[in-house]
């Protein structure tokens, strides 16, 4: 009797020190509110064979609330309750323009927006943590997402959920990680970052989202800053390619004319607005090669001037034509190169630099 006791104590003992090596493998890391189960997790990346690992998110914050209720004021409604230099992110959708201040959006509660403009549902994403704003489509597989902040992040970067699925999103890929939708992938719509007293004058007949104020930091000053520490750089995939323009170059050397691929691109700076950006540089089926000419940007075919924050074309023979706005968009260098390491970076190509 003593023996068959001895030996079913050390069999419980093998069994504990098992369970105790195996289960951490399985679920999050979590690092808070372990008294709640964790999510459904574990997810292997095949995107990019070098790009970032396994997906095992860390639990940092209980979940938010998606949100769905805001104010959306005229610019004169809007009246004093947002500085002129203070950075917006503008989008455009069938002559629709509304402008989202990143200071209203600069804590986890209020960093995914759903919002509909020009009667296509959007989410209007702000990372803090890798300073990188993003623009959703909410369509995704017949189906409009309605996303939300589960209070994860991966790769130091956040981690959006949808409700209708509980599917979990990369918000620097857009790219479901895991859930009923693993694999699939949202739609960027291209927007731009600038001070709204340049995005209203713009846009006059703009409407701006209003939240409570999360923060004061987010103003012309942010990006005035020469370099950006940590650095930053505007970012842009197209096919399995990657590109990446440091902003001190661009601010240093706009416009750039470059592409990747076969896709022709322009890559700008507006001192008025401190606005970067990327377009299309083919207008109308014809290549366009553009210059700095005493500080207005210029295409050496026509002649003609445009507006390197809004890609307008303000006078000459194109006037009223209008460069398409490419995906691209502001994040920190290290997080971007840690999504997508294989990517080519302006002027470390040879010869690139001046």
Known sequence: ????????????GIVAMLIVAIVPRLGVDNEADTDRPPP????????????????RPKSILSPFSAVESFRILSATQAGGEIGDDEIVIGVEEVKEARAYPINMMAEPQQEVLNDTIGGKPIAVTWCSRCQNAQVFNRNCDDRVLTLFLPGLIWEGSMVMADRETGSLWSQVLGHAE??????????????????????KTQHPQTTVVTLP?????????????????PPLILGMTLGNRSKAWPLEEIRRLSPINDRIGDQALLTVFDVKSQAYGVFDRTVDGELLEFENRDGSLVDLKS???????????????????????SPAYLIRQATWMQFHPKTTVWGDEAGKRP
Request: aromatic share 8%; glycine share 10%; net charge positive.
């Open 178 to 199: 895991d859930g009923l939708l693993k694999g699939k992938d949202l739609a960027v719509v291209p927007s731009v970052l600038m001070d709204w007293k340049s995005w």
């Open 213 to 229: 104020r999360l923060s004061d930091t987010y103003r012309r000053r942010t990006t005035d800053a020469k370099p950006t520490d």
């Open 303 to 325: 002649l003609s001037t445009w507006d390197p924050a809004t890609g307008r074309s303000l006078g000459g023979p194109s006037t009223g034509k209008r460069l398409v706005r």
């Open 40 to 55: 459904r997790l574990s997810a292997p990346r095949v995107e990019e064979a070098d790009g970032p690992g396994e997906f």
């Open 1 to 12: 009797m003593r023996v068959y006791t001895l030996l079913l104590l050390v069999f419980g």
